[in-house]
């Protein structure tokens, strides 16, 4: 299996632009994690989904930010519209219950707002 | 709500030591605990998962206990290598959330 893949690896944009991250998670997972990572706060559980079900979006910071599973191969995390603090890594990751929960993460997409 | 600490921040022993990681939780109502590692640029890669209603698990080099009691987990690596520097992360499972410690970057010099 290729893993959690994210894209894109990288994002630069301006104050105020909406960015669509990308996740698509290992296949028959049936758990989905948004998270986002900075030195000042560390790792963040941002939501997460079961079986394509929002679970948990405590989490989320604001309205700004959104997150949909449209199907088990697939999600998206909307920040629109971004501000510089939102610069950080997010990470997704997917695990699956029969597994014991361990969650295997994704490579991570670096955002950078400017 | 729960805090995860982990003590100390950063730790650089010699190659070949035996070294442990500290991670301590305030609210001892977990469903599970997770130790992930996670090398510089990149994502992270669990470790070792204990359930709520075990007290360790290992695998090859690495021991994890968890005290639900006292609050506390720690990772003991045995005869410490380069390539197992990194930084390490403990993450608690509590309810519907996930907490996750700062983390103890490991430095093993040659």
């Known amino acids: 299996d290729a893993g959690v893949i994210q894209s894109p690896r990288h994002e630069v944009t301006e104050m105020g632009q909406e960015v669509t991250l990308r996740c698509k998670p290992i296949s028959g997972h049936d758990y989905l994690f948004w998270y986002r990572q900075t030195m000042m706060r560390g790792l963040e559980l941002l939501i997460y989904?079961?079986?394509?079900?929002?679970?948990?979006d405590s989490g989320m910071p604001e309205d700004r930010f959104s997150a949909k599973m449209p199907n088990a191969s697939f999600s998206t995390l909307k920040i629109q519209p971004s501000e510089p603090r939102d610069s950080a890594v997010y990470f997704c990751?997917?695990?699956?219950?029969?597994?014991?929960?361990?969650?295997?993460f994704g490579p991570g997409t670096r955002l950078l707002v400017l | 709500k729960q805090e995860v600490t982990q003590i100390p921040a950063a730790l650089s022993v010699p190659e070949g030591e035996n070294l442990v990681l500290n991670c301590s939780f305030t609210d001892s109502a977990i469903y599970n605990l997770q130790w992930f590692r996670q090398d510089p640029g990149k994502g992270l890669t669990s470790l070792l998962l204990?359930?709520?209603?075990?007290r360790e698990q290992t695998s090859g080099r690495l021991n994890a206990s968890l005290d639900k009691s006292s609050g506390r987990s720690t990772l003991y690596i045995a005869a410490s290598q380069p390539g197992d520097s990194a930084t390490y992360l403990c993450a608690v499972r509590g309810g519907n959330q996930f907490y996750f410690g700062t983390g103890t970057s490991l430095t093993v010099i040659p």
């Open positions: 204990i359930q709520s209603s075990q």
């Open positions: 989904f079961n079986n394509n079900v929002p679970i948990d």
């Open positions: 990751a997917s695990s699956l219950v029969g597994t014991g929960e361990t969650q295997y």
